[in-house]
């Protein structure tokens, strides 16, 4: 089956921006549907945007605007650009093919105020 390794995460001042990464590797053939979730310290894990069908993408309210995921075919990735991050934007952030239990080990994001 696929893995999923996250990177990019790391300590950012609000305004600031980032860059996550999604590297998929293993069995890749059929995946279509990639997502985006983050799990910020003493609260559920929530999604934060997903790609479907490899380019018709949604978003949660409070990142529509900061936020563009992306996938790159050819390399297997998929991507997170963050932009504008708040503070409550902190937390980990975790890939995961959609709708599967396939989830990679989440990369940190925090945002100091």
């Known amino acids: 089956q696929a893995q999923l390794v996250e990177s990019g995460g790391g300590l950012v001042q609000a305004g600031g921006s980032l860059r996550l990464s999604c590297a998929v590797s293993?069995?890749?053939?059929?995946?279509?549907?990639i997502a985006w979730h983050r799990q910020a310290p003493g609260k559920r894990r929530e999604l934060v945007a997903t790609?479907?069908?490899?380019?018709?993408?949604t978003y949660r309210e409070d990142v529509k605007g900061r936020c563009t995921i992306s996938r790159d075919i050819a390399k297997n990735t998929a991507y997170l650009q963050m932009n504008n991050l708040r503070h409550d934007d902190t937390g980990v952030y975790y890939c995961?093919?959609?709708?599967?239990?396939?989830w990679g080990q989440g990369t940190q994001v925090p945002v100091s105020s």
């Open positions: 790609i479907i069908n490899h380019n018709e993408t």
């Open positions: 995961h093919i959609y709708t599967t239990t396939i």
């Open positions: 293993g069995n890749t053939i059929g995946i279509r549907d």
